[in-house]
């Protein structure tokens, strides 16, 4: 079946723009999870949702960041004045309930000029 | 933040020879997964073991436990030009058997030369 999708795959920005990001997991997955990955570095979590319900998102590195997920499906991270160090490329994963293992999406590179 | 550490951070090797990865953690280790990320392209799940098992196998991929160490290494057989890439280990932050935030390793980034 079709996997972990997201959209844009790449994205420059000029400093202090608005941007949104899109997910869309393996459908019936429960479990959504947005990270962040520098270039050279591991992933970096920012948050995870529930179905809709954003459990854990002490990963945001700031209030411009911010991620839903209204119906339980598609995930939006939207990140709102962007900066030059927002510059990563973002990765989504989504996992069924009773598994750990998480499947990713190819990532979008984002750039901030 | 990261909590894991991969040894070595760089490998390079011919094809045909093995190729081993240790992952370590401070803490406890609940499940760990091993992933693998090729240049340009996503992560890939390898393998899990859980923290009852010592040993588990997966084609040409074999995940060791050392509890002395707190560590499990990823041991490749046989290495082919296609296993260049970055493999990361990972492990879930809080209780096992619910889907939580994988906290990463910095990951080792292994090259196998033809």
């Known amino acids: 079946g079709a996997g972990v999708s997201q959209s844009p795959r790449y994205k420059v920005a000029k400093r202090g723009q608005d941007v949104a990001l899109r997910c869309d997991p393996i459908?019936?997955?429960?479990?959504l999870f947005w990270y962040q990955q520098a270039l050279g570095q591991g992933p970096e979590f920012l948050t995870y949702f529930q179905n809709e319900a954003q459990l854990d998102k002490s990963g945001l590195p700031s209030d411009r960041f911010f991620a839903e997920r209204p119906e339980g499906s598609v995930s939006t991270l939207k990140i709102q004045r962007t900066q030059q160090e927002d510059s990563a490329v973002y990765l989504c994963?989504?996992?069924?309930?009773?598994?750990?293992?998480?499947?990713f999406g190819p990532g979008t590179r984002l750039t901030v000029l | 933040s990261q909590q894991g550490e991969e040894d070595p951070q760089a490998l390079s090797i011919q094809e045909g020879e093995n190729a081993t990865m240790n992952c370590s953690y401070k803490t406890s280790i609940n499940n760990l997964q091993w992933y693998r990320q090729n240049s340009g392209r996503g992560l890939v799940h390898l393998i899990l073991?859980?923290?009852n098992e010592r040993e588990k196998h997966s084609g040409r991929l074999r995940v060791t436990l050392d509890t002395s160490k707190k560590s499990r290494s990823l041991l490749i057989t046989a290495s082919r030009a296609a296993d260049t890439a970055s493999y990361f280990c990972a492990t879930v932050a809080g209780r096992a058997g619910n889907n939580r935030k994988l906290i990463w390793g910095l990951g080792t980034s292994l090259a196998v030369n033809p």
């Open positions: 459908s019936g997955h429960v479990s």
């Open positions: 073991i859980r923290s």
């Open positions: 994963a989504s996992s069924s309930r009773d598994y750990n293992e998480q499947f």
